[in-house]
């Protein structure tokens, strides 16, 4: 895992040597030395790490490298800071005293270094098998079992399989689904694609599938085909022409064994031209390996081809080339995971009734994966019974048993598997989450700053370091190794879990790589050196500061009480860290050991009780984020304009009212004239336009012109004298991506006629908030618009018109944004609109739905609209219409929609699938569904 940090190493080794110009003599070359040595550790760590390592000298020797490694960074990170120290002001008496000052401190800093690399060449010429790691492929003689490899996975997948039970638990749904696409449709070859998670029971239900009767019947030859690591296609093809002939009882081909590629292929396509076939291509890894087998299929043979696959993206594209299908494996109900693990762990038998309470709490950690399921109910059989302290242990020591018990040997290794194919930073990235309680939900943009202040992630020419790590995390989903509990209305990942028994194997990973502690009161186990901490509900029992002095970050999680000495003084001896996150800390304001943390890049208060930021926020110069959400903190100090750095300014809080939506429902901060010079910031939210209370002047919109390189820009409190300046910073925001204006109240004009040449046209979200005289002209020529929301508009004119046409809009909202009474969507209007609010147009009284218009509707939400009393005309056009809402809408409505009879309103609804009504009364809401 420490080739990771070695990368990072040999990246801020090279700025070092090219930077710095007054070193000492000796010093350059000793770090050229220790560069030269890190290439050799990286090179020794990553083959290590590409395979599983179980010779006790080799692991040994593996620890020892990586420790240096950790060690080299910290020696890099204690001296850099006092590189750029260095004076550089105006030359002054006391400026002249205090450049000597540091210039003494600065040889002092260099000497240090030189001993610091000296000692650590030492080290690393004392490792036991140094003259053997420079040269990686070694490792394979260590022992027999050092190699990780698909042929020791494949035998632990044949040994999960649960296939030959007559009753297999969940898989006669989907079978009938796979059946159905196999033997139905039209000629051609067409692919069918399973995907999901490890352990889903992909290769189970492909096997129920390829052996039933009704498939055989159908297609004339079979084969079934395991697809090794690493992929080889002339293998591959070789074994494909073994089974195939077997199945035909005809004779090999003389001479495959010496047959090329192209030979190879000619022969397939001799066999296959000949009947309809289906091929099974089992566990798929790689777009590289389907290209490969779809160069094999002929392409005039009514025929069939299935995947089985981790990788969304493989699964979509085999099925889009060949217009096939994607069948997406999901867990088992709770019903069906109850069965299953009833028939493994009792016999099939019933489960007593002493051990039920033991035995769902068991089975819940096993989140519907059925491999989970049958490998720990399996291990639950050898255990007597009638010991219910057995069970409890199990359940308490999960993570200890998978760690160690053979019998749970097959989990490990489908495991083991999906993380060693993962490339370097994955894995670190991976890894990371182990910092994150059992079951926690994980905010995107959190994780993504997270991972940058971490320094996890590399960046890459014309992408931000955001970008970078969305694709990361885009990965990781993708790879089915994170799972999606929710996503915007606009498809937008928006948080994350780690299933929960993978995060077992997480937590065991990381620490094995001693990456994450995590404190749980006073059981921790305290490695020596704490470097990533994470504080589950218990700041009990510290271990002394000597622990700590090597410490890149703290994440609270749960409320922990008030703040007290252990961790001021944890907070003293981490000089190195990177990163404070104390969310939901019930603290009112910051550790004044925080503001001498000099590296610090990640600091989070949100939804603390702070009410004011200190002037010693300007000395953190490398923050990058700073999270004050939810807090009371209205103004920032001057100060904050040193943080040149800077990328992420969370400010503001909302309020929240249950069942209305109020227009002052955020509130935003009060920030300082200079707040232009943060040219770094990306993300800025919710600044507010008349910081001078009651005034109309623009200052504040004029700075925020300057900082060219916002993504995300939330402005409140503006008034209607702001508009010419506004739209003129706009111009200058060619970066922007989400834009959200509110006016100071809700009879306050947003001026924003003005026109905008080129700024913001990469805008994908926009949000305004308070009157407008017209829909401002330039948002009609924003093509990348994917999201627009009207909130207060009181517009007089039908805004559909200004909007339509946009390309790429699939959600609109209009809340209070209309006072007119007839809406008309335009046959050719919207042609990618999906998601549609009507919210308190309380003067509407008719909508139209032109034949041809908003035909990729699939959700519309009514609310409020007081005179509405029936639905839009031409609702039976929006065939793709899959939700409709209503929520406080006339019960005359109501009352008709539920009325079968002929005549009645259902038949408007009848090819909608889901109708929803609710309405809120008396403090709680109620509802119920019409169909």
Not at 704 to 733: F, W
């Amino acid at each position: 895992m420490a080739e990771c940090v070695i990368a990072f190493l040999r990246e801020k080794l090279t700025s070092f040597l090219n930077e710095e110009n007054e070193l000492l003599g000796g010093v350059d070359e000793k770090v050229e030395d220790m560069r030269a040595e890190l290439e050799r550790m990286a090179a020794f760590l990553v083959a290590a790490e590409a395979q599983e390592v179980t010779d006790p000298r080799l692991k040994v020797l593996v620890k020892q490298v990586r420790d240096v490694a950790y060690d080299t960074e910290d020696v890099l990170h204690e001296v850099i800071p006092l590189r750029t120290g260095r004076y550089r002001g105006k030359i002054r008496l006391c400026g002249f005293v205090h450049g000597v000052y540091l210039h003494v401190r600065n040889l002092k800093a260099r000497h240090q270094l030189a001993s610091e690399i000296q000692s650590i060449k030492s080290r690393v010429t004392s490792l036991e098998g140094y003259q053997r790691y420079c040269f990686p492929l070694s490792i394979s003689e260590q022992g027999p079992n050092t190699n990780f490899n698909s042929r020791t996975l494949g035998d632990c997948r044949g040994t999960v399989h649960w296939s030959e039970d007559p009753n297999p638990v969940g898989i006669e749904v989907p079978k009938q689904q796979l059946i159905k696409w196999l033997v139905e449709g039209d000629s051609g070859v067409k692919t069918l694609s399973v995907v999901g998670p490890a352990g889903i029971g992909k290769t189970t239900l492909v096997r129920e599938v390829y052996d039933d009767a009704t498939v055989k019947k159908h297609f004339y030859n079979h084969a079934w085909l395991t697809v090794s690591q690493p992929f080889e296609l002339d293998e591959l093809m070789k074994d494909m022409l073994q089974i195939l002939c077997s199945g035909m009882r005809a004779q090999v081909p003389q001479g495959i064994e010496a047959t090329k590629t192209n030979g190879l292929k000619r022969k397939i396509s001799e066999v296959l031209q000949q009947q309809r076939y289906v091929l099974v291509f089992d566990n798929v890894r790689n777009i590289e390996t389907w290209e490969g087998i779809k160069s094999v299929l002929p392409k005039n043979s009514n025929s069939r081809v299935m995947l089985t696959t981790c990788f969304s993206h493989i699964a979509s594209t085999s099925s889009m080339e060949t217009e096939g299908n994607v069948y997406t494996m999901k867990p088992l109900y709770q019903e069906e995971s109850w069965t299953l693990f009833c028939k493994k762990a009792f016999r099939g038998s019933y489960c007593p009734r002493y051990l039920e309470e033991v035995s769902q709490r068991i089975l819940k950690r096993c989140c519907g994966l059925p491999l989970a399921i049958v490998s720990i109910a399996g291990l639950l059989a050898t255990k007597n019974q009638s010991r219910i302290e057995e069970w409890e242990m199990l359940h308490r020591c999960l993570g200890v048993e998978l760690e160690g018990n053979d019998s749970l040997n097959c989990l490990r290794k489908i495991f083991s598997y999906s993380y060693y194919d993962l490339p370097y930073h994955l894995k670190l990235c991976l890894l990371y989450l182990g910092i994150f309680p059992e079951d926690y939900t994980i905010e995107r943009m959190r994780l993504l700053r997270l991972w940058i202040a971490e320094g996890f992630v590399q960046g890459r020419a014309k992408m931000t370091l955001e970008e970078v790590a969305e694709g990361y995390l885009n990965e990781l989903v993708d790879k089915n190794l994170l799972h999606v509990p929710e996503k915007t209305e606009d498809g937008r990942l928006q948080t994350c879990q780690v299933h929960n028994l993978w995060g077992e194997l997480i937590n065991f990973k990381s620490r094995e790589h001693e990456m994450v502690t995590v404190a749980r009161g006073r059981d921790t186990l305290w490695p020596k050196k704490v470097r990533h901490l994470a504080v589950h509900n218990s700041l009990e029992s510290l271990p002394e500061s000597k622990y700590f002095n090597r410490l890149r970050s703290v994440l609270i999680f749960g409320r922990i009480g008030s703040l007290h000495q252990p961790l001021r003084s944890l907070l003293s001896s981490g000089k190195l860290i990177k990163v404070l996150d104390f969310r939901g800390a019930p603290w009112e304001s910051i550790p004044e050991e925080v503001f001498e943390l000099h590296h610090l890049k990640y600091l989070s208060m949100r939804e603390t009780k702070l009410k004011k930021l200190p002037k010693s926020i300007g000395k953190l110069q490398n923050l990058e984020t700073l999270d004050l959400k939810g807090t009371y903190v209205t103004q920032l100090p001057l100060e904050i304009t040193r943080l040149h750095k800077l990328r992420h300014l969370l400010v503001y809080r909302y309020k929240i009212l249950v069942g209305y939506i109020s227009f002052h429902s955020v509130r935003g901060f009060k920030a300082p004239p200079t707040v232009g010079g943060l040219h770094c910031l990306q993300k800025l939210s919710y600044i507010e336009a008349d910081h001078m209370g009651g005034g109309n002047t623009d200052i504040m919109v004029r700075k925020v012109g300057c900082l060219t390189q916002l993504r995300k820009l939330n402005i409140v409190r503006v008034r209607r004298g702001h508009g010419t300046a506004l739209c003129s910073s706009l111009e200058n925001l060619t970066n922007l991506r989400s834009l959200n204006i509110t006016s100071i109240e809700p009879d306050e004009i947003l001026d924003l006629h003005h026109p905008l040449s080129s700024g913001s046209r990469y805008l994908q979200r926009l949000y305004l908030t308070g009157p407008l005289e017209h829909v401002p002209m330039w948002v009609a020529s924003l093509n990348s618009l994917v999201r627009v929301v009207l909130r207060w508009s009181q517009l007089d004119d039908d805004p559909l018109q200004s909007l339509q046409a946009l390309p790429c809009l699939e959600e609109l909202h209009l809340l209070r944004a209309y006072k007119g009474d007839r809406l008309c969507f335009k046959a050719g209007g919207f042609e990618r609109l999906k998601i549609l609010w009507l919210i308190r147009l309380e003067g509407l009284r008719w909508v139209v739905m032109e034949q041809g218009a908003v035909p990729c509707l699939q959700k519309m939400y009514y609310q409020n609209c007081k005179l509405v009393d029936k639905l839009p005309s031409g609702i039976q056009h929006l065939t793709n219409l899959g939700l409709l809402h209503l929520t406080d809408m006339p019960g005359q409505l109501i009352i008709s929609l539920e009325n079968r009879e002929e005549g009645g309103g259902y038949a408007e609804i009848a090819h909608i699938r889901d109708v929803w009504t609710e309405n809120y009364r008396g403090g709680s809401w109620t509802g119920h569904w019409i169909k």
